[in-house]
């Protein structure tokens, strides 16, 4: 080991020997990348645009349309002593609820990726 080390000590400290280093440096390059903006076409920006709009209003609406029936099981459920009925109308709420959120934030997460890309 001591014999590598002496080799590199040697090596490092002799004058004549240029490491990384160039004669005379080179100018630095100013910008490497081109300018590009990204854009979606127009003929796929507009009907994407629609077609999500299209399926997150109507899955918003389905979602709401199972939270109000399952308001409706609970009321119904809990009135007639039928407890799965009711179970299970307060199971749509909650899973209603997660639907409605879910949709929405994919929906809005999509809409952004494709205003980021449209400019």
């Known amino acids: 080991m001591s014999?590598?080390?002496?080799?590199v000590g040697a090596l490092?400290?002799?004058?004549?020997?240029?490491?990384?280093?160039?004669?005379p440096p080179k100018p630095p390059v100013?910008?490497?990348?081109?300018?590009?903006?990204p854009t979606l076409p127009d003929n796929v920006k507009n009907p994407t645009g629609t077609i999500l709009g299209w399926t997150a209003g109507g899955g918003l609406a389905l979602a709401t349309l199972g939270g109000l029936v399952g308001f409706a099981?609970?009321?119904?459920?809990?009135n007639t002593d039928r407890g799965g009925l009711a179970a299970r109308g307060k199971k749509a709420i909650v899973m209603s609820l997660v639907a409605g959120i879910g949709i929405a934030c994919i929906a809005g997460l999509v809409f952004a990726a494709y205003k980021m890309a449209a400019g």
């Open 3 to 7: 014999q590598f080390l002496s080799t």
């Open 12 to 23: 490092l400290s002799d004058p004549h020997l240029h490491i990384l280093a160039e004669d």
């Open 30 to 37: 100013t910008n490497p990348i081109p300018d590009f903006t």
């Open 73 to 78: 099981c609970v009321g119904i459920g809990e």
